[in-house]
């Protein structure tokens, strides 16, 4: 038995005026398309078959008439809203909401009737709305942060075993522990100094290589059951010093003309090493003692919150970039380091950062921007989702899919039976990935601007040699870029992204120099490292010049499409984000449309 469009749906529409109808178009089935965004992955469900209202005056039916009221009146350019209602034996629930563009219609007087489509009216309706709308932000709050040293930092390690002094039974932090009377901590503290460079002498240049003692750690190596040590203790010290490459003088001056230098490695004519005792320096964190002002930071999560609320009313979560977080992110390498750099993250105005001084900028610069531009720039391999009314942002791994609709079970296998042809998805096999800033600094190979990730074999498509990622908003190299002000004095858009802790520019170990770096964390090589293991086009590649291992790679295999009947229930559980089951094994919704009232999805699935 044949079922009518309209014992499966009601339409229910509302004008401008607040006037609400129920709607009767002459339209035999219709289609709902879930799409997928291309920059971030959240779906969307579209209603894809253009409504056909007209009048029936045996019915009393005059939708066409309601319509052209609106189309001929002062609130033409007003949206109309449309509910769709699914009906499902005795209950009915809402199953799509939309707003309907008068100068979308084709509209014929003459026939009294109009063929309009429909446009979704969802949670994304109002960030997308306002997604490009440039809005000044140079009105929020900001902050000083603060700098000691331009130049990188290296720290070694160095690890040895003494007979203990003394009867303890736990790890000691040497250099903070304790107090200065405590009799042990003194004369343990006695050994390190004492045998620190006797110990570690190769690996700290002889002494000769200005190092600062970071933190030294003494942990007993057996217990007995009273707990008094057997055997030898283990010693672990960490050392720092800045350090900088130098090109050749006459006179072989120092950076910054400043004494404390030290020549360690003179190959002049060509380059030199120069080292100096790195005072304040903390691992991680803050380099040198405290010197250098950066005026005006803005922190990032008050800036994309100032950007939606301000027009949408729409909170904003990321437990990744620690924006109001709810403590659901997953146990994993990439909220591991986010912890450590992106708890704080700041922005400054490339034109305030440029202008700047010891006492600030001499004056301060408007910021029209746009919440497309900043998240679409945003470093990190992120995808966002609106989740009851709240804008997530969070890495990619943050984001699971369930298992959904498995289309091999008993009820559903017959309308695949036979359907086992794919074929790959080349677009999303290249030969390499590049990633870019707003501008080079460091250049191609070197930490900040970084190496592509380069792919090899028989998967790769010869067509397509490269895709790239483009965080053009932003600049991060902080030494680079204070140190080359003239050179940008006519280039200032843009922002300037820093880790930020206690307001206190953080530092970060580089892979590709291996060398702790100002604003390290926001260096291409790092980004690579920390955050882009996963959803890479192949299960391994060449990362940093590294052969690398990734943690999730993308399905490729798009099968031909599939299609079921859906029931009401089934319907309800259906989610695009999760996996649905095929004769290849769990794979991706890459689209899927929904005939009604037929009940027919057909499901595009990927798959490894």
């Given amino acids: 038995m044949s079922v009518h469009l309209h014992d499966k749906f009601e339409f229910h529409i509302t004008t401008p005026d607040g006037n609400t109808f129920q709607a009767y178009p002459r339209n035999d089935k219709i289609q709902f398309k879930w799409e997928q965004d291309d920059d971030f992955g959240f779906w969307r469900l579209n209603l894809d078959t253009a409504l056909v209202f007209c009048n029936d005056i045996t019915r009393s039916i005059t939708d066409f008439d309601r319509l052209l009221v609106v189309e001929e009146s002062d609130d033409r350019c007003q949206f109309i809203l449309i509910e769709i209602v699914r009906i499902c034996g005795e209950a009915s629930t809402t199953f799509w909401n939309g707003r309907i563009r008068c100068n979308a219609g084709e509209w014929d007087k003459s026939l009294c009737k109009v063929a309009i489509k429909a446009e979704p009216d969802d ?58 009377n405590d009799e042990f901590l003194e004369s343990l503290r006695a050994v390190i100094l004492l045998n620190v460079l006797i110990q570690c002498s190769d690996l700290l240049d002889g002494g000769s290589g200005a190092w600062t003692l970071l933190s030294a750690s003494y942990t007993a190596a057996f217990f007995t059951t009273s707990g008094q040590i057997i055997g030898n203790a283990h010693i672990t010290v960490s050392v720092v ?91 994993n390498e990439a909220y591991q380091k986010a912890a450590i750099g992106l708890t704080d993250v700041h922005v400054i105005h490339f034109s305030d950062f440029i202008k700047d001084d010891e006492d600030g900028p001499d004056t301060h610069s408007e910021i029209p921007i746009a919440l497309k531009s900043v998240l679409t720039s945003l470093p990190g391999n992120i995808d966002i989702a609106i989740d009851a009314g709240t804008l997530r942002i969070e890495h990619v791994s943050y984001f699971d899919r369930l298992l959904m609709l498995d289309l091999t079970h008993a009820d559903h296998v017959k309308h695949i039976t036979g359907k086992v042809q794919y074929k790959y998805d080349k677009e999303k096999l290249p030969k390499e990935e590049e990633f870019l800033w707003k501008g080079l600094t460091d250049g191609k190979g070197k930490d900040f601007d970084g190496l592509p990730i380069l792919y090899e074999g028989a998967c790769t498509d010869p067509d397509k040699k490269k895709k790239t990622f483009r965080a053009d908003l932003f600049y991060s190299n902080v030494k680079y870029l204070y140190e080359h002000k003239a050179d940008y004095i006519d280039n200032l858009d843009g922002l300037l992204i820093i880790s930020v802790t206690d307001n206190k520019v953080l530092s970060d170990v580089c892979p590709i120099s291996g060398l702790l770096k100002l604003n390290g964390h926001f260096a291409w090589s790092t980004l690579q490292q920390n955050y882009y293991k996963w959803d890479r086009p192949q299960s391994t590649g060449i990362m940093n010049g590294q052969p690398t291992t990734f943690f999730r790679w993308m399905r490729q295999k798009e099968q031909v499409p599939l299609k079921c009947y859906l029931c009401c229930d089934d319907l309800d559980t259906f989610n695009p984000n999760d996996l649905v089951k095929t004769q290849l094994g769990w794979g991706e919704v890459a689209d899927a449309t929904l005939d009604e009232p037929v009940g027919v999805l057909t499901i595009n699935t990927i798959h490894h």
């Fill in 123 to 180: 949670d994304y309706s109002c960030m997308l709305d306002n997604w490009e709308k440039e809005i000044d932000f140079s009105g929020l709050a900001t902050t000083t942060l603060t700098i000691g040293s331009l130049h990188d930092t290296e720290t070694r390690v160095c690890e040895w075993s003494e007979g203990p002094p003394h009867l303890i039974a736990n790890t000691i932090d040497i250099l903070n522990a304790g107090s200065t």
């Fill in 241 to 331: 010093r800045e350090y900088a490459p130098g090109t050749c003088t006459p006179d072989a001056t120092p950076p910054d003309a400043d004494p404390t230098w030290i020549l360690l490695t003179d190959n002049c004519p060509t380059d030199c090493l120069w080292v100096k005792k790195a005072v304040g320096v903390v691992y991680n964190g803050a380099i040198g003692t405290v010197e250098t002002p950066l005026h005006l930071a803005y922190p990032l999560r008050s800036i994309i919150d100032y950007l939606l609320t301000a027009q949408c009313g729409t909170p904003v979560l990321s437990n990744f970039f620690n924006i109001n977080p709810d403590a659901t992110a997953p146990d």
